[in-house]
């Protein structure tokens, strides 16, 4: 069973964000367009066949309405491959290319280890590496990261687990997010925090902040422009490390997925991951798990098979 919500659609853009290398606009769109498809409504689909049916009956309505077939038909084959139901994208309106074909790699959490390595050769890759290490032990999302304040830690013991949490205040209340802290984040963390500011980025270049924050104490920049050059900066990373992973030819969503299996490899607790991923819904938790939940149970069928014998007893 499928369920398509809001939540589902939000790591949709995520994985977008995370998988190709087009403008903001452009993702934007596609996000956009899903959301016509599903008119911001939960959609409940029990077999492949329902939903193709489903997509293929929207397609048809929506491209009647407007001239939007070419970009409609390419969100569509991104949200089947962010399903991972490739099989389905054949069976949908043919010749619209995708600007990547090579998505869910499925890494493992020891492959990827060693593989981001490899960032360390390259500019500034000492840099990169820190943050694909921390991204992969703690299942975080690259823009949560780059948000990290010093002042947003807030580290305590529970049954020899480490949990942090960090928010950003927001109106009324905080936003908090809770992950898992290795010894090996812990110490990235320790490293980052040892000489900032209770204010700073920890993952941001701190040449670049010292000299926007230089600015706004002298009063040459606004509070809002300072956030604004922020953002900049924020992109500017992400834009690079986006860049660095494609040269190993990893994503940020490979090392996210290859921290959920292991967390299931080592719990078998599906709502655990779930909470650690930060999702509201199961729904996509188990799409992050599909690989590994499908090879497992062809394993288990395969065990049964040999174990009793193809011609039975």
Do not use: W
């Not at 499928?2 to 903001?24: A, G, H």
């Not at 689909?45 to 397609?59: G, M, P, R, T, V």
């Not at 959490?109 to 032990?137: D, M, P, R, V, W």
């Not at 110490?187 to 980025?201: H, P, R, T, V, Y």
Request: proline fraction near 1%; charge should be positive.
């Amino acid at each position: 069973m499928l369920v398509v919500n809001q939540e589902l659609i939000r790591d949709f853009e995520n994985f977008l964000l995370e998988e190709i290398s087009v403008k903001y606009s452009t993702i934007k769109n596609y996000v956009s367009q899903i959301n016509n498809v599903f008119h911001y409504q939960t959609v409940v689909f029990n077999s492949d066949e329902e939903l193709l049916k489903f997509l293929n009956k929207k397609i048809v309505e929506i491209t009647k309405k407007s001239n939007v077939k070419k970009t409609l038909l390419a969100s569509v084959k991104y949200f089947l491959f962010f399903l991972d139901k490739k099989n389905l994208v054949d069976d949908l309106q043919k010749k619209i290319p995708l600007t990547s074909k090579k998505f869910f790699k499925n890494y493992s959490y020891t492959e990827l280890k060693n593989k981001i390595e490899l960032l360390k050769s390259l500019h500034n890759g000492s840099f990169y590496y820190t943050l694909a290490l921390f991204q992969l032990e703690t299942g975080l999302r690259i823009n949560d990261v780059l948000n990290i304040k010093k002042n947003y830690l807030d580290v305590s013991e529970n049954n020899n687990l480490v949990i942090n949490t960090f928010g950003k205040g927001r109106g009324v209340g905080k936003q908090y997010k809770t992950f898992i802290v290795t010894e090996t984040a812990k110490k990235i963390l320790s490293s980052l925090a040892l000489n900032a500011k209770d204010e700073d980025f920890l993952f941001l270049p701190s040449q670049f902040l010292q000299k926007i924050n230089l600015l706004l104490k002298k009063g040459e920049i606004s509070n809002l422009e300072c956030e604004r050059e922020i953002n900049k900066i924020k992109q500017t990373v992400y834009h690079n490390y986006f860049l660095a992973l494609k040269k190993i030819g990893v994503s940020s969503h490979d090392l996210r997925r290859a921290f959920a299996v292991m967390i299931y490899e080592r719990t078998k607790d599906l709502m655990l991951v779930k909470e650690l991923l930060n999702h509201n819904s199961i729904n996509t938790t188990q799409v992050y798990l599909r690989f590994y939940l499908d090879d497992k149970v062809k394993e288990e069928k395969l065990k049964i098979l040999v174990g009793g014998g193809l011609g039975g007893a």
